[in-house]
């Protein structure tokens, strides 16, 4: 069985003048992000391998996730590795990008909404009735769905074939983090 996480980057500002994938985070999306790197530890969600966006709010995501495990699990190493097709491939690049041939058990992917809303509804069939009421109505800046896959290898990832252990939005660790877009 593998395990796969997928979360979209913390609420990102837009300063003028920015290029899409130059937007940094908001100040609450900072929080938001370290917020869950320390439910992501408290969990025992630990990623084997992140495949994060290149996106500047993505990798500041995964960043101050990261730091938060890391502070909680010190010696864990945490790899990631920057996968383009998360950014620039929607729902399809985001599934490519699972399907390489990865050694991790469990798989974090950092990307953004649209794809990983729509990978994470594609994937699940069934799971936490209540997570997936939530995960069906939004994927707010910031969420988290955790899909356990009755599969060996990532290449054999399909629709319809996860069950969705948890969904969880900063609101939910934090109530003074808004679950907005």
């Not at 966006?53 to 502070?71: F, G, I, K, M, N």
């Not at 729902?91 to 809303?117: K, M, S």
């Not at 009735?129 to 800046?141: C, D, G, I």
């Amino acid at each position: 069985m593998l395990r796969l996480m997928l979360l979209r980057h913390a609420r990102a500002a837009t300063p003028a003048m920015t290029a899409d994938i130059d937007r940094p985070l908001a100040a609450q999306g900072r929080q938001a992000a370290a917020a869950l790197g320390a439910y992501l530890a408290r969990e025992n969600l630990l990623p084997d391998l992140t495949l994060c966006s290149p996106a500047t709010r993505a990798r500041q995501t995964w960043e101050l996730a990261r730091a938060e495990l890391a502070r909680a699990h010190p010696g864990e190493a945490f790899p990631a590795a920057l996968a383009p097709q998360i950014y620039e491939g929607g729902r399809d690049g985001l599934l490519h990008a699972l399907q390489d041939d990865h050694p991790a058990r469990t798989l974090l992917a950092v990307g953004h909404n649209r794809g990983i809303a729509a990978l994470a509804r594609a994937l699940v069939s069934h799971g936490d009735r209540y997570a997936f009421a939530r995960l069906s109505q939004k994927f707010p800046p910031g969420a988290l769905a955790v899909i356990d896959l009755d599969v060996s290898h990532w290449a054999e990832i399909a629709g319809r074939s996860g069950r969705l252990d948890r969904f969880v939005t900063p609101h939910a660790l934090d109530p003074e983090l808004e679950d907005v877009d």
